[in-house]
């Protein structure tokens, strides 16, 4: 079979094989574009995590329980940037999926797996602002760096090990379970079963959680900043108990944003997967889900001061320096 020239004839993905699925065809402008913009999208994940990591892992100050939450949130928001986002790109601009049978299988896993442990994360630091705003005299003993390190990696556990029995059961590796009919694309049939249950594990039942907890967050935030307003006459333990209840308040704020697009990133595309959507617009969701990952730093550098002042630290080489990781950036003022 002769195959042919981008214009006129039919591209397949693998031409040597006749069950080989047809190229989509696009102009050296089209890939051009694409190619600089999920590159571009890509690189930026990568670095804005690598920025938080760095953050966390270096300096001693940020060595906190809630931190330690973000570190692993990004740490998943990492593996988006470096892996998934560059495969699906190129699966997304080529039409084709080149990177065999097995793989495919693998990369299913590994999606559902990062996504999974997003959203974990995300229940985790719900649970700790809601110890911290609501039960804040219980909150140095029932929240402590080695109970978080444990919970952090049980989820990675969890998650990891729910999503391996997830795409054996539903024959990820097995060829003549897939959806695909032709070779060159990366698709399957998911049980009704296992997508009910997926639906309620991996997404409804976390979401209740953690809109419950931030509902209750906020109710009792707004009944404290009442009592504080009414005791507040110069009192000066009542000032340093409000100092303190303010910041865990802004905490709980800026956390329930990162929430809050999490799941406005998310909620449109379970919507549109559970029913008949053409293929283009569950592309598009697909990368809003992806590009969630590349918000989350931006928002620490919104409303975390904390943030900026180590970005600056690390962009100009000063965490080289003898000590700096005992540096205090919660007082220290910027040059």
């Not at 913009?37 to 809630?66: D, E, G, R, Y």
């Not at 990177?99 to 990369?107: A, D, E, M, S």
């Not at 809601?130 to 080695?146: E, N, S």
């Amino acid at each position: 079979m002769d195959y042919e020239t981008e214009d006129h004839e039919t591209q397949y993905c693998f031409p040597a094989i006749n069950s080989s699925c047809i190229k989509g065809k696009r102009s050296r402008h089209e890939y051009n574009i694409m190619y600089v913009f999920f590159s571009v999208l890509s690189a930026w994940t990568v670095f804005l995590n690598l920025l938080v990591i760095i953050s966390i892992s270096h300096f001693k100050k940020l060595h906190t329980p809630t931190n330690l939450i973000i570190l692993s949130l990004a740490v998943a928001d990492l593996f988006v940037g470096l892996i998934v986002m560059p495969i699906q790109a190129i699966t997304l601009i080529e039409t084709c999926w080149y990177f065999g049978n097995t793989f495919c299988g693998l990369y299913s896993m590994f999606i559902a797996m990062l996504l999974s442990v997003s959203l974990s994360n995300l229940v985790l630091i719900a649970v700790d602002r809601y110890v911290a705003v609501c039960h804040p005299l219980l909150y140095p003993q029932k929240i402590t760096m080695t109970k978080t390190l444990i919970s952090i990696c049980l989820s990675w556990v969890c998650s990891t090990t729910y999503n391996i029995a997830f795409v054996i059961t539903n024959g990820y590796f097995d060829i003549s379970r897939r959806t695909a009919l032709c070779y060159g694309e990366c698709s399957i049939m998911m049980g009704f079963a296992w997508s009910v249950i997926d639906l309620i594990m991996c997404f409804i039942f976390p979401c209740i959680l953690i809109i419950t907890l931030y509902l209750r967050i906020f109710y009792v935030v707004h009944q404290q900043v009442k009592v504080i307003n009414t005791l507040m006459k110069g009192d000066k333990s009542v000032n340093e108990g409000s100092v303190r209840r303010k910041s865990e308040s802004k905490a709980a704020l800026t956390l329930g944003i990162i929430v809050t697009v999490y799941l406005l990133c998310w909620i449109p595309y379970y919507i549109c997967s559970l029913s008949v959507i053409a293929s283009t617009v569950i592309n598009l969701l697909t990368w809003v889900v992806y590009m969630n990952s590349g918000l989350n730093p931006m928002v620490y550098a919104l409303f975390y001061p904390w943030f900026k002042k180590t970005i600056k630290h690390i962009l100009t080489l000063k965490i080289f320096q003898t000590a700096s990781s005992l540096v205090n950036i919660f007082t220290e003022h910027q040059a």
